[in-house]
């Protein structure tokens, strides 16, 4: 399914009081959903370890979260998770990168369409929180940037 489409849908979506549009195309289905959904947020501390709370938001495209001690770079879609842009090619970004605004840091492919996750920061990646070929779902944490 092109994503201007579903770009349109989610237009459509917002300006009318419908709370959910789903249109399938042979095999291939998308469902956008104004309702709220329960995600859960980590909090970095400096001893290390993760706090898990669970927070209901409404559905909102958002690629980065501030945190205390980092930047969360968050996924914008559903799709798999890729750290390079070849099986067997040089990661993006590995832990202890230095990164700037505009770098690449992994891919998501969606759709069949591979999409380019970019940074909006400058600092050095603490985190890396998916595996090379998992799944990951909207909103899902994927790295953390410490500026």
């Known amino acids: 399914m092109d994503i201007r489409k579903v770009k349109k849908l989610i237009q459509l979506l917002e300006e009318s009081s419908m709370e959910e549009i789903e249109i399938s195309e042979g095999e291939e289905s998308v469902r956008i959903s104004r309702h709220s959904t329960s995600r859960a947020t980590r909090t970095i501390s400096d001893s290390n370890t993760t706090e898990i709370q669970t927070t209901h938001d409404s559905a909102r495209i958002s690629t980065e979260t501030e945190h205390k001690f980092g930047t969360e770079i968050t996924a914008p879609m559903v799709g798999t998770f890729y750290n390079g842009p070849a099986p067997n090619a040089k990661p993006f970004v590995e832990i202890g990168s230095e990164v700037k605004s ?43 940037i410490e500026e």
């Open 102 to 144: 505009g770098d690449t840091l992994c891919i998501i492919e969606a759709m069949k369409m591979m999409n380019q996750i970019e940074c909006e920061t400058n600092g050095r990646v603490v985190s890396i929180l998916v595996e090379n070929g998992a799944p990951v779902e909207f909103g899902q944490v994927l790295l953390i």
